[in-house]
């Protein structure tokens, strides 16, 4: 029996179905608690503590930590655990540092979109930064969601036989439903569901893998008779460990990330989510590993895996230890998993267009009431929606060739900018604007040309130069209005 075919059992069938619709009950729920646009964007800035620590790390994850992670570490080993190390402790750190600050500052300016943020901080009345930062966010992150829904659309092609335009439409069709009816208050907690079905996945399946495979000491042993290196967590070089690491660099510039600090309730409340985001992120990250090196160990010849994808270890692993019904919700977990990213960037798409273009530069000097507003939004999250949509299905090969740096080039652009928003007095707009094409350039120029000569992440360079570039600009150009930057307390 095949990784899919298992899913023709009526029961996992049925559970992998009802894992698909859960998010639209969701929505329902939602929907009586999203009346403006605030709500719509930010949940009305009063989700609780738990529900932003574990969807930041639902939305931070995907199907990169649940497939990617775990097939790394089936082909490269226990060095995989460098890039959970990379993001765990950048991630702790934000919720600190970048986390409580920019709660407490969007909440001062009124800001709803990060966009939003940066203009008031730098009294930008000609929407310099406005313009630069929506085109690139909108450019990387309409990408990302086309992706995101490509690679969900082929889970429903393995899983049920449908057609690929059938598999993205319906997918597609899935996260706008509940996104019009809730908006980001039924985004955060549909990712909460998601990170514990990805939680029950990545902490069951290895344990079980171990005992059935018998115990700690003779994985270690299988893994060495088939590479020693595999074993050797430093084995991957100086080079793929800094790029590993890198990764982390990326985590201040996604705005589908910080959105959900400027959600909660209480900035104050940012120190215990920490401890539980971080707790989830390790967890689910030393997971992803110990299913790729068990799966290795199981299965030594990559050919072993369907079309030789060390990707499909965890539903292989899967296939093989659990029944029909935890088969079926651990699969209906992996389609959660990419939603759980595709929604949470397809509303910041929405809200950059809606809020940073439309409302903020359009109709700058047009009164527009609330209902107006949050219409409009839904509004705009379905043709969002359907244009990622389209973007998947008719330019697959440009999109997943954007993806690749999409969580770079965000990080590059928009990260060091947002680190000097925060933390720096002598910041400018001039800078700051410097600081995002520089990042984003540098992305795009070492992803083409200098990425595999260097073996060097691109992100790693890029951000070093963005933030170059804003400290050199920023101290080489005036303030907007000298004196009036806020004070780094919060």
Known sequence: MNIYEKLTNPLALGIFLLSLLLPVIVGVLALRRTRSQSDFFVGGRAMGRLVVALSAVSSGR???????????????????????????????????????????????????????????????????????????????????????LTAGARTLVSALGLPLWASLLFAAGLIVVYMVLGGYIAVAYNDVVRAVIMLIGLLVLPAVGLVAAGGVGVVRQLLVGIDPSLVDPVSIGIGAIIGFLGIGLGSPGQPHILVRYMSIDDPRHLRSAAVIGTIWNILLGLGAVMIGLVGRAVVSDPSGLPDGDAEMVYLVLSARYFGPALYGLLVGGIFAAILSTADSQLLVVASTFVRDVYEKIIRERASIDEARKLAFSRMIVVVSGFAALALAYFASDLVFWLVLFAWGGLGASVGPALIFALYGPRATRAGIVAGMLTGTLVTIVWKLWLTQPTGLYELVPAFVSSTAAVFVVSLLSKPSQPGSFMSPSA
């Open 62 to 148: 995907s199907s990169w930590l649940v497939l990617g992670v775990s097939g790394m570490a089936y082909s490269r080993g226990s060095g995989a655990v460098w890039a959970i190390l990379g993001y765990t402790a950048v991630e702790f750190l934000q919720f600190f540092y970048v986390g409580r600050r920019l709660r407490t500052e969007t909440q001062a300016l009124g800001s709803i979109t990060l966009l939003d943020y940066f203009e008031s901080r730098f009294h930008d009345e000609k929407h310099l930064i406005r313009i630069v930062g929506a085109l690139i966010i909108g450019v990387f992150l309409t990408a990302y969601v086309a992706a995101q």
